[in-house]
Antibody
Framework: QERPVQSGAEVREPGASVKVSCKASGDTFNYYMNWVRQAPGQGLEWMGIINSRGDSTSYAPKFQGRVTVTRDTSTNTVYMELSSLRSEDTAVYYC??????????????WGQGTLVTVSS | AIQMTQTPSPLSASVGDRVTITCRASQGIGNELVWYQQKPGKPPKLLIYAASSLQSGVPSRFSGSGSGTDFTLTISSLQPEDFATYYCLQSYNYPYTFGQGTKLEIK
């Protein structure tokens, strides 16, 4: 099972947007994809998920209206765009492929993470 | 959203100890609870899914139990490589939610 591969680190000014990519390979692309972030020294925070076809998303209330997750089926790539950035958004952002057992689904395969720094 | 309360944090223990970390959900989540281990600078690693199923390749000293609202992760005999931070996650419904993490420290 190959891990997703994410785009590189980004630096943005407050108020800007950032778009992080996550490229899956093989049959990984048939799975749902989560986005999770981790601020420096802090815990994990689930942001949202997109289904395998890319036509359905669900977001955490905290990020609703600021985050958009999309999927390009032609390039096997998932994107997470976060807008109206503030310093508190400085974090490592992970894409995580879901896995389903016979009874439940859960985030399994983590990308390497993308550091987004928000600073003026 | 379902809230996940994880205790204790931090947790101090010695090599060879048996340790237990607890996660409590604010409402019933069946068995849709997973446990991760995270080491500094690395992405989390899945240890347990469906509350008690051991992920392939994870040492058998790790075990999970519970259903409904109360869950535990047990490490039967701590090894040096087990000192890390542990997180629970409920995958019962969206938004998925994590516990706040338990940092397992060397005593």
């Amino acid at each position: 099972q190959e891990r997703p591969v994410q785009s590189g680190a980004e630096v943005r000014e407050p108020g800007a947007s950032v778009k992080v990519s996550c490229k899956a390979s093989g049959d990984t692309f048939n799975y749902y994809m989560n986005w999770v972030r981790q601020a420096p020294g802090q815990g994990l925070e689930w942001m949202g998920i997109i289904n395998s076809r890319g036509d359905s998303t669900s977001y955490a209330p905290k990020f609703q209206g600021r985050v958009t997750v999309t999927r390009d089926t032609s390039t096997n790539t998932v994107y997470m765009e976060l807008s109206s950035l503030r310093s508190e958004d400085t974090a490592v952002y992970y894409c995580v492929r879901d896995q389903c057992s016979s009874t439940s689904c859960y985030p399994l395969l983590w990308g390497q993470g993308t550091l987004v720094t928000v600073s003026s | 959203a379902i809230q996940m309360t994880q205790t204790p944090s931090p947790l101090s223990a010695s090599v060879g100890d048996r340790v237990t970390i607890t996660c409590r959900a604010s409402q019933g989540i069946g068995n849709e609870l997973v446990w991760y281990q995270q080491k500094p600078g690395k992405p989390p690693k899945l240890l347990i899914y469906a509350a008690s199923s051991l992920q392939s390749g994870v040492p058998s000293r790790f075990s999970g139990s519970g259903s409904g609202t109360d869950f535990t992760l047990t490490i039967s005999s701590l090894q040096p490589e087990d000192f890390a931070t542990y997180y629970c996650l409920q995958s019962y419904n969206y938004p998925y939610t994590f516990g706040q993490g338990t940092k397992l420290e060397i005593k």
